[in-house]
Nanobody, 115 residues
Framework: QVQFVESGGGLVQPGGSLRLSCAAS????????MGWYRRAPGKERELAAT???????NYGDFVKGRFTISRDNAKNTVYLQMNSLKPEDTAVYFC?????????WGQGTQVTVSS
């Protein structure tokens, strides 16, 4: 089992920034990748960003250079720095961890971009 503590969501104005954090605990040695998905109201879940245990990163098409995913191995924590936020980035952002057997999901943190 893998457990998460997610933080960093909130309300921000268009053009602003937020940093999401996801601290993993439990069977962390089985994790091959971590990252964030999001679900906007009325839309399907989509990948925001992922980072593998080897450090490779991948981003959703909508990111267009605005987000950066990083990790602190000593803290078992993954970060998502989100800049130039737009109203359409409003969504619940879910941290996840992928192992060889299954994928674990966090409870999600709300990000609202509005003036």
């Amino acid at each position: 089992q893998v457990q998460f503590v997610e933080s960093g969501g909130g309300l921000v104005q268009p053009g602003g920034s937020l940093r999401l954090s996801c601290a993993a605990s439990g069977n962390i040695f089985s994790i091959s990748a971590m990252g964030w998905y999001r679900r906007a109201p009325g839309k399907e879940r989509e990948l925001a960003a992922t980072i593998t245990s080897g450090g490779s990163t991948n981003y959703g098409d909508f990111v267009k250079g605005r987000f950066t995913i990083s990790r602190d191995n000593a803290k078992n924590t993954v970060y998502l720095q989100m800049n130039s936020l737009k109203p359409e980035d409003t969504a619940v952002y879910f941290c996840y961890a992928r192992t060889r057997i299954t994928t674990y999901w966090g409870q999600g943190t709300q990000v609202t971009v509005s003036s």
